[in-house]
């Protein structure tokens, strides 16, 4: 049998065809799946959002301060300590003012995790009246810095604590915090009876 001749027309055609992409089938079902997939990821998101906001908002206003307060207390402790290491001459200070920047940076790490459990942020740095003392503080030097600080910083700001932690321990709402009130209150204790002997030692030096 002889060969038989396409027309060129035709096999031009025939090519192109074999060459043409295929179209991709998307079913519908698959869609309403990937929808709803997506449907189920953001309300996940969102109730895990709205469950943090709940966390925080369940806490009474008087256990949020506390954990403000506290925060603002630790921290001007820490600063107006730091101050001390360069500003004093005296070993007792400076011995008083390691032992300050130790504790309270090692409390203020606990408060900052069991803030943060309760979806809530604390502060990092003292407050505003903190910030004032601690300015005065820093223009004094020699003994008269070292008489002001053990008042100011070492007893009346330990006072100040050991009332804040006291009546935390003893009315917190939050089972959590009013625990970390009362295990962290005899250490603020202790650091009280340490800055009233320092004040006396100090006072008593000409």
Do not use: C
């Amino acid at each position: 049998m002889g060969r038989v001749e396409l027309p060129i027309r035709y096999l031009g055609a025939t090519m192109i065809s074999s060459f043409r992409p295929q179209a991709r089938l998307f079913h519908p079902q698959s869609s309403r799946k990937l929808i709803a997939m997506l449907g189920i990821a953001v309300l996940a998101g969102l109730a895990f959002s709205a469950s943090q906001a709940l966390a925080a908002d369940s806490l009474a206003r008087q256990d949020k301060s506390f954990l403000t307060d506290a925060a603002h207390a630790g921290h001007a402790e820490i600063d107006a300590s730091k101050l001390a290491l360069e500003k004093s001459s005296n070993p007792a200070v400076k011995s008083f003012a390691e032992k300050m920047i130790a504790d309270h940076g090692k409390v203020g790490d606990e408060l900052k995790a069991l803030a943060a459990s309760k979806n809530v942020s604390v502060p990092d740095e003292p407050g505003m009246a903190q910030k004032a003392k601690i300015a005065i503080l820093g223009k004094l030097q020699g003994p008269t810095f070292d008489k002001q600080y053990a008042g100011m910083i070492g007893v009346s700001a330990h006072k100040d604590a050991v009332s804040l932690f006291k009546k935390t321990a003893a009315g917190a709402k939050d089972a959590d915090i009013k625990q970390f009130a009362a295990s962290n209150l005899p250490g603020l204790q202790e650091r009280l009876e340490m800055a009233t002997q320092l004040k006396a030692s100090v006072d008593a030096e000409k």
